[in-house]
Every structure is written in C-alpha cells, then in structure tokens.
C-alpha cells in the first residue's frame, strides 16, 4: 500500500483509507458488528493505515469501534469530523467553542488515544466559519498536544477556501469523476498552503460502481431514496456511458477507473472508501491498481471531453 504526505502535517498516510460512514449503519441500513470487525480487520492487513470516523456516525459506535480494533496498532491514523449534536431533538449543527471542546474530549476517550490524529469540522456552514471560532478551538487544541492535525470537511468550495484562509491543514472533499470542480478550482490554494486533501465520495455513494438500471430504488433507511429524484438518478446512469471507456487493459471495472481517477491526482492524500462488507474491499483494493501511472493521459483527455459531452462540467 501506497503512502502519500498529508499536506504539512507531518503524516504520510496509505493513499487509499477506510471510510466508515457505510459501515456505520447510518447510511444504507445496519450493518452486522461482525461484519463491521472483519471490514476493518480486512483493512489492516490489507495494510490501509487511515481510518476516517465521525463522532456522529452510529451516535459515536464507530469511533468506539475503531479505539477497540485499532488499539494495538500503532501505524493506524484515525481522522474524525466533530460538529453535528445528535442529542439534541432533532440533530442539529453545533460549531460553539464550548460544544466542540466536549466533543473533542469525548471523541478521544471513545478512540482511546490521548491525541486524536487529525480531527475535522463536519460540514460547517459559511456562516459558522465566518465567526472563526471553530478553527480557533481546533488551533488553541493542537497547541495543547490534544490534537495533531485539524482542517475542515467542506460542503462547498466558499468553505473550504475560508478553511485554508484561517490556518486549516487538511481538507475532505467531494471528489469523483462526476464531480470534481470544487478541488480543481483549489489546487493552487491547496498547493500553496500545502493542505492535505483526502477525497470522500469517491464512488459517489455507489453510482460510479455502474450496476444500476435506470429504474434503481433504494430501501428504507437508504440516504440515497431521497439524495435523487427519479429523473435526476436515470441522468446520472446515462452519464456513466463517458466513463466506460475508461475500462480496458488494467482498468478492469468502471469502479476501478472511478478509484484510479482520484489517485491519479497528486494533490490528493488519500481516496477514502466506503466498502460495508470485505469483498467490496478486496474488489476496490486489487482494481484500484498498485501505482502510477493510475490512468493514461490520453484516456483522461478524451474522458473530459466525453464528460463535456453529457452535460458535467470539468
């Protein structure tokens, strides 16, 4: 496996990293305790070293989870986002000083590690950055050794620039073949200012696996039923058609193009995935390739073309 820096922060992390959020069960539906173990198990010996969690993913079960597998490994780097108040009825987004330094000493006794490696605002809201209090928080908490990194995982590009403005070194973005404006439209910010970027969504929630028909449901409990009307997500699954191309020679799935397209881009630190079971981590591991060059040039210029052609902007 692989390691990138992340930016400044003095951490080289596997340029491929375990989301949780799928297996928190949150998302898509419950998934199994045991099935949960042996994904992050899987990730381990598969020799993945970052692990992304949230203090709000299953009311803080997956930070617990983590703190229990990870708690005799030392290479292992736990990124955690803090900022939504899920006791409050209904939950709601807290980005107070007071609330954020609880949160922070909470996260840390659920991960069982005296600093956290990198903690992330979850989605703040431009208003709430504005204020500056938040990134304040997190800087005074580095200062204290509570914290090793901070930065911020942004909804929009206006927030991740007023992140990199008020100090932050790692952002986590949004960024996938369909979607990738907000990245590339801060690559010299990010570059300049030398932030570690790890990249969410980079299956965009199972769309770019390219298995569904254009008549896809989801069950209940399943956050894409409401992410997509029916007319939008029959769009998004024509839109596949500019990618396929990609798939030949050591691409040998649209899943597989879709992770080496965001690896192939050195500003990004680490691509973060969401397998909620382990042969969707293996699959994503083998096909994710073991190096550049991830994709070739002139494939990535035609699909930017092919991509202009359905409507995406590039």
């Not at 600093?115 to 005074?140: F, G, W, Y």
């Not at 050794?145 to 986590?172: H, Y």
Request: overall charge neutral; aromatic content about 4%; some cysteine.
């Amino acid at each position: 496996m692989r390691r990138r820096p992340l930016g400044k922060t003095g951490l080289n992390v596997t340029e491929l990293g375990l989301g949780t959020w799928g297996l928190s069960g949150d998302g898509y539906g419950p998934v199994p305790e045991a099935e949960q173990d042996q994904v992050i198990d899987r990730a381990r010996a598969l020799g993945i070293t970052l692990f992304e969690t949230a203090d709000s993913y299953a009311h803080g079960g997956m930070e617990r989870k983590l703190g229990e597998r990870l708690k005799d490994d030392k290479r292992a780097r736990i990124v955690t986002r803090i900022g939504t108040d899920r006791d409050a009825i209904p939950p709601k987004k807290r980005f107070d000083p007071e609330y954020l330094r609880t949160a922070v000493e909470r996260s840390a006794e659920r991960l069982g590690r005296d600093a956290i490696d990198v903690v992330l605002l979850h989605n703040p809201s431009e208003v709430a950055m504005e204020k500056r209090e938040a990134t304040a928080l997190l800087s005074e908490l580095k200062q204290a050794g509570k914290i090793r990194a901070w930065g911020v995982s942004a909804g929009t590009r206006s927030v991740a620039s007023a992140a990199v403005d008020q100090g932050a070194e790692v952002l986590s973005l949004a960024y996938n073949a369909l979607y990738r404006s907000d990245l590339d439209q801060l690559l010299e910010v990010v570059a300049e200012a030398d932030v570690g970027v790890l990249a969410h969504s980079v299956l965009g929630y199972g769309l770019l696996c390219g298995h569904w028909a254009p008549s896809k449901s989801f069950g209940l409990g399943d956050h894409r039923a409401e992410r997509w009307t029916g007319d939008e997500l029959r769009r998004r699954i024509r839109q596949l058609d500019a990618i396929r191309p990609l798939i030949g020679g050591e691409v040998l799935s649209l899943r597989g193009g879709a992770v080496r397209f965001v690896l192939h881009n050195e500003a990004v630190s680490s691509a973060l995935l969401g397998p909620r079971n382990t042969i969707q981590l293996d699959q994503l591991v083998r096909e994710a390739g073991k190096g550049p060059p991830y994709l070739e040039e002139d494939k990535l210029t035609a699909l930017e073309n092919r991509l202009r052609d359905v409507g995406v902007g590039v």
